[in-house]
């Protein structure tokens, strides 16, 4: 048996109301709303969120792969999924590599993984896609566009859906891009996108496997069909025999928007939340071309855990107060410079990486003292050199004492400088809270940490650790 | 360990005006204070045989070493040395004075302090620490120190409403004692009702929670306590320097309660121990202590022993600490008021202290009756290290 053993999703907790957007430029609203990144977030950051959802009950050591798969990668040239490997604390011998360009690198990478372990190359590859796409300020798709990324672990044991066949067609169309030189995305007209791409493309596609498999529509419990829009997906479901009641699954346009490469696979991980065992359902991508995949969801099923579902992370969400905020979280706002800047290096993220990325302590051998960053000498005992990492990153804590820091600045400003003492061995972390309302932050709150990104240094970017208020 | 006690005495010190000296660099300021303090002292440049030079971070170009003393202050190519302990800087460059001169290695030495905080082009205690490209990249002062007004709020069961109220009496009364003196930064009175409602610069710290963001330079001028009457009919004898550096950043520290530091502790014990002081509250006549912020000097009151742990609150609304009080607490307006140039601020405290034991403190309203042991006390670093030094008018 070869599937899906686990998987994860991430929507950030911000979201714009569309009529927001429409309101400042005076236009037509969509109606919804969307998911907004916050300010420190970006594909990295939702990767690793997702992929720390996907792995929560299941040993990091057994995984050997990583694919990060987003057409907003940070990074033109340096290997994202290396990142997202450490931060999600995986073993370093593992294949990573990064799936880029397309809004198809989500089922792209998943097919790659599946060829892996098919191959017996790997044995557990997780897949993992985010996006945070920027449409024209103005345009239609800053409304439809939405942030997110979920995660998807293939392996050959404990698996709760296998995936039976995968089928892909290339279809060379230039109707959304962006070039190298964009920020945003551009787009043909949209008829014939949607009509001559979108709807060709995924109907070859997905005839092609059904005919293959030699099935009908009526053997598919769900349909999950990727959709930059609801009226075309609607269309191209009952074209191909779908009912749209009780077969088509929910694109997620109205709560989330189309959240780019992740977005079959978010889609997928709602499909498995409500999904049960014998389950047959389909997945099919779009961009420049369609892949296909037929899974069968197993009684392993059952043994899911209910770690955030795709509709609690729908409802725990915070409206942003303005379209302004949005636009200061994507830098598209120019706003006063920072006076104080601290320099970066490199070298030092680098040496320092198994507490500052990992986000690892270090527990003495002699006392059990446990502390953060990780102490050569022991606090308690001064014990030199004879301690054990432990990992922080998924332990919960309490926040211990906090301030809500003016003088700092910042997108979030106040700052929230908390104090949290971790459940592993009641270390102590200072970091800044983020996704919160400061009015809100009390002494013994229970926090988890959260991966952020923090700023641009030396040209590239820093990323580091915050704790959030557990959702 | 034998100590310091009555070793050492200063015979000469000066302190320049604190506050937004815009049209004074580094150096002006440093000759202000060394030549105040010659002239108190009777001496010249040339009779001085080394030099302390405590400073945090001015003059940014790359190791400036004591350059800035020998260049503003053209002293003969004698050793000077620049130290710096964050904001104890200007207590480690009297004490590294002292200790050689104690040894009989100089006669006569100059521990000199200054900071200009007003080319920073930032109007707070700085955001970031640099200790690491992101464990600390936004932290600043107000911040970490409001953490710990949190915490005390928290523990002693205050709402925020009392919390604050107890802060603003100590705000207010630096204000008071600052108005008094003519080289203090703020010289402005404040009541309870501004502090309360002045905007929150790190909650629950308001804008008058904060020390002054101040340029300004102070210096001593030391020799043997049996030389001392050479120069000067009444010296002032150093007591006791203690000076700990808590071992963990209180920030990552196991266990750390946020209601006070080890390092105050250690320190004023050390200082104590040398003194032959045994009851801090009753023993010292008066203190400069290191109020970067209202919670600072409300948690000092318990680390120096001069309240019960947990009780400074009863003390403040007793009014203990006034000019008027029990034992006078920054007399001179302390780092709230006076203002905090980061190396000259522990010689700043001294300087009052100083002119305190004398019995020439500039007005005769903010003059103590008789004082004869005072302390000057520094808190500094992440917050980690702690100075405090004690001084007497005389011998015994």
Request: negative net charge.
């Amino acid at each position: 048996m070869l599937g899906i053993v686990s998987y994860g999703a991430y929507v950030p907790w911000f979201r714009l109301s569309r009529d927001t957007i429409a309101k400042a430029w005076g236009g037509r609203s969509i109606g919804g709303e969307r998911s907004i990144a916050n300010y420190d977030e970006d594909s990295i950051t939702m990767a690793v969120e997702a992929s720390f959802n996907c792995v929560k009950e299941i040993d990091h050591q057994s995984v050997d792969g990583l694919f990060f798969a987003s057409t907003t990668s940070p990074y033109q040239e340096k290997q994202c999924s290396s990142l997202i490997s450490a931060a999600v604390d995986l073993p370093s011998e593992i294949i990573t590599s990064d799936f880029a360009n397309s809004l198809r690198a989500g089922t792209s990478a998943l097919r790659a993984a599946y060829n892996a372990v098919k191959s017996l190359s790997a044995k557990n590859v997780l897949v993992t896609a985010s996006d945070c796409r920027l449409g024209f300020p103005q345009s239609e798709q800053e409304q439809s566009f939405g942030d997110g990324a979920a995660a998807i672990l293939l392996g050959s044991s404990s698996v709760i859906a296998t995936i039976e066949d995968a089928y892909s067609v290339s279809d060379e169309i230039t109707d959304v891009w962006r070039t190298d030189r964009d920020n945003f995305v551009h787009s043909w007209e949209e008829r014939w996108v949607l009509t001559q791409g979108y709807a060709k493309s995924m109907e070859r596609a997905i005839s092609g496997i059904m005919k293959r498999q030699g099935l009908k529509p009526n053997d598919l419990a769900k349909v999950i069909l990727y959709a930059p829009e609801v009226r075309s997906q609607r269309d191209l479901a009952g074209r191909l025999g779908f009912d749209l009641k009780s077969q088509l699954q929910d694109p997620l346009l109205t709560g989330v928007g189309n959240t780019g490469a992740a977005h079959p696979l978010l889609m997928l991980a709602a499909a498995l939340d409500e999904a049960g065992p014998g389950e047959r359902m389909l997945l099919a991508s779009y961009g420049q071309g369609s892949d296909a995949i037929i899974l069968q969801v197993t009684e392993g099923i059952k043994e899911r855990q209910p770690k955030p579902r795709v509709k609690d992370l729908l409802a725990a969400k915070r409206m942003l107060p303005s379209y302004e905020k949005y636009l200061s979280y994507r830098q598209l706002i120019e706003q006063a410079p920072e006076l104080f800047n601290i320099d970066s290096a490199a070298t030092t993220m680098w040496r320092t990486h198994r507490w500052a990325l990992n986000l690892h302590g270090s527990k003495c051998r002699r006392c059990n003292l446990v502390s953060f960053p990780i102490q050569r000498v022991c606090y308690g005992c001064q014990a030199k050199d004879d301690f054990e990492e432990v990992k922080l990153s998924d332990k919960a804590g309490k926040v211990f004492t906090f301030s809500l820091d003016y003088l700092a600045g910042g997108p979030d400003s106040p700052s929230v400088q908390t104090i949290v003492e971790s459940a592993e061995g009641n270390a102590r972390i200072y970091c800044l809270m983020t996704d919160c309302e400061p009015g809100e932050v009390k002494i013994g709150m229970p926090v988890e940490m959260t991966f952020r990104r923090f700023r641009e240094a030396r040209g590239f970017y820093n990323y580091f650790w915050k704790c959030r208020m557990i959702r | 360990m034998e100590g310091i006690k009555d070793k050492v005495a200063i015979i000469g010190m000066g302190c320049t005006k604190f506050g937004e000296n815009w049209d004074k660099g580094a150096e002006d300021m440093l000759i202000e204070a060394a030549y105040e303090a010659y002239e108190d002292a009777g001496i010249g440049p040339n009779d001085i045989e080394a030099a302390w030079y405590g400073t945090d971070h001015t003059v940014g170009y790359l190791n400036p070493g004591g350059s800035l003393v020998a260049n503003a202050l053209k002293l003969r190519n004698i050793p000077i040395t620049r130290v710096e302990n964050a904001c104890a800087s200007g207590h480690e460059a009297l004490r590294n004075a002292t200790f050689a001169v104690a040894c009989g290695m100089y006669d006569i030495a100059l521990a000199i302090g200054v900071e200009k905080l007003k080319d920073t082009g930032f109007g707070g205690l700085g955001t970031g620490r640099g200790e690491h490209p992101v464990l600390e990249i936004r932290r600043t002062a107000p911040g970490t120190f409001a953490l710990l007004a949190t915490r005390y709020f928290y523990v002693y069961g205050l709402s925020p409403e009392q919390g604050k109220m107890i802060l603003a009496k100590i705000a207010v009364k630096n204000h008071h004692n600052g108005s008094l003196h003519p080289k203090a930064h703020l010289r402005r009175e404040i009541t309870e009702d501004m502090a309360l409602a002045a905007p929150i610069i790190a909650w629950p710290l308001g804008l008058f929670d904060c020390c002054g963001n101040s340029d300004g330079g102070a210096a001593a001028i030391i020799t043997r306590a049996d030389l001392a009457k050479k120069f000067r009919d009444n010296p002032i004898y150093i007591k006791g320097i203690g000076l700990s550096m808590d071992q963990m950043l209180p920030l990552f520290r196991p266990g750390f309660d946020w209601l006070g530091f080890e390092a105050n502790r250690v320190a004023s014990r050390q200082a104590f121990d040398q003194a032959g002081i045994t009851q801090p509250r009753k023993d010292i006549d008066l203190a400069e202590v290191h109020d970067c912020f209202t919670i600072t000097e409300l948690l000092i009151y318990e680390d120096l022993g001069f309240s019960p742990k947990g009780r400074a609150r009863e003390d403040v609304e007793a009014g203990t600490f006034t000019l008027e009080g029990e034992l006078p607490i920054n007399t001179d307006g302390g780092l709230k008021s006076f203002g905090h140039p980061i190396g000259a601020s522990a010689l700043r405290m001294t300087y009052e202290v100083y002119k305190q034991l004398q019995g020439k403190a500039e007005l005769p309203s903010r003059q103590l009756k008789n004082p004869k042991i005072g302390l000057s006390h520094t808190l500094g670093g992440p917050p980690q290290v702690a100075c405090v030094a004690i001084f007497g008018n005389s011998i015994g």
